[in-house]
C-alpha cells in the first residue's frame, strides 16, 4: 500500500470499483480515499506525495473503469459533500449532491434547475462535463465552484474561467470540485414540479434506464461549437448516425448498443470493461468507414487495461 497521510474519513487498500459505477465492470483502485469533509480533503492532498495520482469519482454514471483498474488514489465523496443550500436566489450544492436532488430542492424554492432532474449523476460531474439537456445547461447557471488544489489550497473559482463548453470544462490542474453555486431563473414550484414530472416520463418512454449503461455513450457529432449553449446546438445525433452503421443492437462479449436506444452503450449482464469500450470503438469505426464522422466519446474511460497491466 501507499504511504498515505492519517485521515479522519476512510482509506482502503485494493477497493474494487466495479459496484461503484453504473455499468459494474472494472479493476480495483490502489487506494479508495473518503474523505470525511473539506478539511479531511484539503489536508490529505497537502500532505500527500505530490507524485502519487489522485482521480475524484462520483457514482459512476457517466464512467467505464477498465479491468485493471485505477493507478493512485481514487477519492469518493459522501456525507460530508451533499449538503443542498440555498441562499436568497443562489442554490449552493455539494459535489457529491445528486442531480435529481438539488433539482427538487430547488423547485421547492421555486428556483429551475429542473433541467438537472433526468441527468444521472452528482453535482461534481454535472459541473465538470457541463451537463444538460432539454435546451439548458450548467454554463447557464453555475456562478462559481468550491475547489481543493492538489497542494490542499481551498478556494472559489469563478464560472467564467472554467471554459464550459460542449460536455467538457476547464479546472486548475489536480484541483477537485466540492462545491458549486448557482442562480437559476425563477418560477413557481407548482410549474416546475411538473415541467419534472413531464420529463421523467418522456425519458423513461425513451431511454433504457433500468439497463446498465452509463447515460448517453457519444456526444452528438459537432454538438455544440464553443459554449455549451442552445443556441449553438447542431442537429445531427449520435443515435442516428449509429442507426445508419447498422449498429443497433450490435454486440461483443456482455456488451450491447441498446435496442431500445443505440447511445446507450449497456452490459447485458457479464460484460467486461474491454467488452464494452471495445465494442463503442468498433462503433466510431463503423460510423466512421460508412459516413465519414468521427464520434467522440461522452463516457470517460479511464484505468488501465488487463493487457496493458500484463505487458507491464
Not at 18 to 23: H, K, Q, S, V, Y
Request: charged share 25%; aromatic share 6%.
Amino acid at each position: 500500500m501507499l504511504e498515505l497521510p492519517a485521515v479522519r474519513g476512510t482509506l482502503t487498500a485494493q477497493r474494487s470499483l466495479a459496484d461503484l459505477t453504473w455499468m459494474r465492470v472494472g479493476g480495483p483502485a490502489d487506494v479508495l480515499f473518503q474523505p470525511a469533509d473539506i478539511e479531511d480533503l484539503s489536508a490529505f492532498l497537502a500532505a500527500l506525495d505530490p507524485s502519487v495520482p489522485v482521480f475524484p469519482m462520483g457514482v459512476g454514471s457517466n464512467l467505464i473503469v477498465r479491468d485493471g483498474g485505477i493507478r493512485g488514489v481514487v477519492i469518493r465523496m459522501g456525507r460530508g459533500f451533499n449538503a443542498i443550500d440555498i441562499a436568497g436566489d443562489d442554490v449552493i450544492a455539494g459535489a457529491a449532491a445528486l442531480d435529481a436532488h438539488v433539482a427538487r430542492k430547488a423547485a421547492d424554492a421555486g428556483l429551475d434547475l429542473t433541467f438537472l432532474r433526468t441527468i444521472p449523476g452528482t453535482i461534481g460531474g454535472a459541473v465538470r462535463m457541463n451537463a444538460g439537456c432539454y435546451g439548458s445547461y450548467v454554463a447557464d447557471v453555475l456562478t462559481s465552484v468550491t475547489v481543493v488544489g492538489r497542494d490542499g489550497a481551498i478556494s472559489e473559482v469563478g464560472a467564467d474561467t472554467l471554459d464550459l463548453a460542449y460536455r467538457q470544462s476547464t479546472l486548475p490542474d489536480g484541483a477537485v470540485i466540492v462545491a458549486a453555486r448557482f442562480r437559476p431563473a425563477k418560477a413557481p414550484p407548482e410549474t416546475l414540479h411538473q415541467r419534472m414530472t413531464d420529463q421523467l416520463a418522456k425519458r423513461d418512454a425513451t431511454q433504457p434506464t433500468k439497463d446498465r449503461t452509463a447515460g448517453s455513450t457519444f456526444r452528438n457529432p459537432a454538438g455544440f461549437s464553443s459554449t455549451g449553449r442552445a443556441d449553438d446546438v447542431h442537429d445531427l445525433k449520435a443515435w442516428k448516425v449509429i442507426d445508419d452503421a447498422g449498429m443497433r443492437g450490435a454486440t461483443l462479449g456482455g456488451a450491447i448498443m441498446n435496442t431500445m436506444h443505440s447511445n446507450f452503450l449497456t452490459n447485458a449482464g457479464n460484460a467486461s470493461a474491454a467488452d464494452l469500450e471495445d465494442l463503442g470503438e468498433l462503433v466510431r469505426k463503423k460510423v466512421y468507414d460508412s459516413q465519414g464522422i468521427t464520434l467522440q466519446w461522452e463516457i470517460m474511460r479511464v484505468g488501465d487495461r488487463l493487457d496493458e497491466d500484463t505487458a507491464k
